[in-house]
């Protein structure tokens, strides 16, 4: 019966099959007993990539807020894992970041969208999101802070346009 053994730090290079020979010869009484061989094969498989993030996620991700309506996104880096038979899928938390929305956009990506950076919906300040990828044997998880900075308040504008 096939026996697996889990050896996650082994390197790639050891991949493959391994023919085993085991002889045991009883020296003593080697004229009366034959000598016993069993061979045996051993297959070491490609372990399994861990899905991730290609460029790396940032660990922060910067939005200014604005004074207009205006919409914001942001494109995540591409989903990739070197295990080309895998199925990568993407789950996110976003917490407190609720006036964020996530889009698929088929080719184009995954991309974090606001519908307004002037709303009075969302304060200035830094949320915490979570981004899993998973391929069914290995899961990652992403931590990454969208930063919210403040409007620069009109009056300074004018301020300085007119110097």
């Known amino acids: 019966?096939?026996?697996?053994?889990n050896l996650s730090a082994i390197s790639t290079s050891f991949v493959g099959?391994?023919?085993?020979?085991?002889?045991?010869?009883?020296?003593?009484?080697?004229?009366?007993?034959?000598?016993?061989?069993?061979e045996f094969k051993v297959t070491i498989l490609k372990p399994n990539s861990a899905p991730i993030?290609?460029?790396?996620?940032?660990?922060?991700?910067p939005l200014q807020k604005t004074n207009t309506p205006e919409n914001w996104?942001?494109?995540?880096?591409?989903?990739?894992?070197?295990?080309?038979?895998?199925t990568v899928t993407f789950?996110?938390?976003?917490?407190?970041?609720?006036?964020?929305?996530?889009?698929?956009r088929g080719s184009e990506g995954i991309?974090?969208?606001?519908?307004d950076v002037s709303s009075?919906?969302?304060s200035s300040g830094s949320y915490l999101m979570t981004?899993?990828?998973?391929?069914?044997?290995?899961?990652?998880?992403?931590?990454?802070?969208?930063?919210?900075?403040a409007a620069i308040p009109i009056e300074k504008i004018e301020e300085a346009a007119e110097e």
Do not use: C, H
């Open 91 to 104: 789950s996110y938390d976003l917490g407190y970041s609720k006036f964020v929305s996530v889009k698929d």
């Open 17 to 38: 099959v391994y023919t085993f020979k085991l002889e045991v010869r009883l020296v003593t009484y080697n004229a009366f007993v034959l000598p016993f061989t069993q």
């Open 120 to 122: 009075d919906y969302f």
């Open 1 to 5: 019966m096939p026996q697996k053994i």
């Open 111 to 115: 991309f974090l969208y606001v519908d």
């Open 131 to 149: 981004f899993t990828l998973d391929d069914s044997k290995a899961k990652t998880k992403y931590f990454s802070r969208l930063m919210v900075f």
């Open 53 to 61: 993030f290609k460029p790396p996620l940032p660990q922060v991700i």
């Open 73 to 86: 996104s942001f494109a995540l880096p591409s989903l990739y894992d070197e295990d080309t038979s895998d």
